[in-house]
């Protein structure tokens, strides 16, 4: 099993950010992941919200180990030529440490606060669709056209190519049955839902019907979930062994309201015993 850490990036000082991400860096945390949002989604009046992808590229120069990632990238907040550009510039700053996610966008308020285009859910998924194609075929170095939904490409080439090859391994967040998963079948190295393991078992079920039906093989598709540290050890450790029966061996662990004693109290006494 794999734990990453939720660095809770909304309503929190830049300086704040750096330190969590260090902190569970030297905690051995396998990644640090913050979100893809332009204004805090609680709490009340302005608060301290920093634009995803440049902090990813600040926080890979200030740390060595920890893999870096956005949970997840909204394909209606960027061209997807200009997110692969930015996705390949954070992977050599990382010298090869990101993590890209993807998914629809879904939280409405912000686009109409600040004029982002807030297309249809039928529409953003198609936009995800386009998305996923460019960002792979950009990345492979070659000169590309594409005409898709609603984006295209001419003749373009995107150099250098990431350190990661043949790209940084590509999340897709969701769980929908009509467009989610059937994406994920065709393009996740990584696939992200959140749920109990009863709830997530057929789900995953259907994902690997879905890529076996698309010539790839499942067992090439690892699954990611949440986890709460906010409980006992016991229920913590139950939580982990259940996710991973459930076919679950990436567990992106929620910034705990008791603070940073409860994260060491964790890595020391229960994330190592689950260390790939």
């Known amino acids: 099993m794999r734990f990453g850490i939720d660095i809770a990036q909304q309503r929190v000082a830049f300086d704040e950010i750096v330190d969590r991400v260090r902190f569970g860096e030297e905690l051995g945390f396998d990644g640090a992941w913050g979100f893809d949002h332009f204004v805090p989604m609680y709490g009340e009046g302005p608060g301290e919200c920093f634009e995803g992808m440049t902090t990813l590229a600040a926080l890979a120069t200030v740390t060595s180990r920890i893999r870096l990632g956005l949970l997840v990238t909204g394909v209606t ?9 930015e996705a390949i ?13 993807l998914g629809a966008a879904w939280y409405g308020p912000e ?37 898709g939904h609603h984006f295209g490409l001419s003749e373009a ?25 059937p994406l994920a079948a065709r393009y996740a190295d990584v696939w992200h839902s959140y749920g109990s393991p009863e709830e997530l078992r057929p789900l995953s079920a259907r994902l ?21 540290l906010s409980e ?25 309201g008791e603070g940073r004693r409860r994260l060491e109290a964790f890595a020391a006494d229960v994330m190592t015993d689950y260390a790939d």
């Open 157 to 181: 080439r995107a150099w250098p190519v990431p350190v990661q090859r043949p790209h940084p391994p590509i999340w897709i967040g969701g769980s929908g049955l009509r467009r989610t998963l």
């Open 89 to 101: 510039t954070v992977d050599h700053a990382s010298h090869g440490r990101l993590e890209l996610a």
């Open 208 to 228: 690997d019907e879905l890529a076996g039906a698309a010539g790839r093989d499942p067992g090439a598709i690892r699954r990611s979930s949440s986890l709460s």
């Open 232 to 256: 006992p050890d016991s229920v913590v450790r139950a939580n982990i062994e259940a996710m991973a029966d459930a076919g679950f061996s990436y567990l992106v662990c929620g910034w705990p």
């Open 111 to 147: 686009h109409h606060q600040l004029g982002i285009e807030f297309p249809p859910i039928g529409e953003r998924f198609d936009r995800l669709e386009d998305a996923l194609e460019i960002v792979i075929r950009l990345m492979s170095g070659d000169v590309v056209s594409y005409e």
């Open 77 to 85: 907040y960027r061209h997807p030529s200009v997110l692969a550009i």
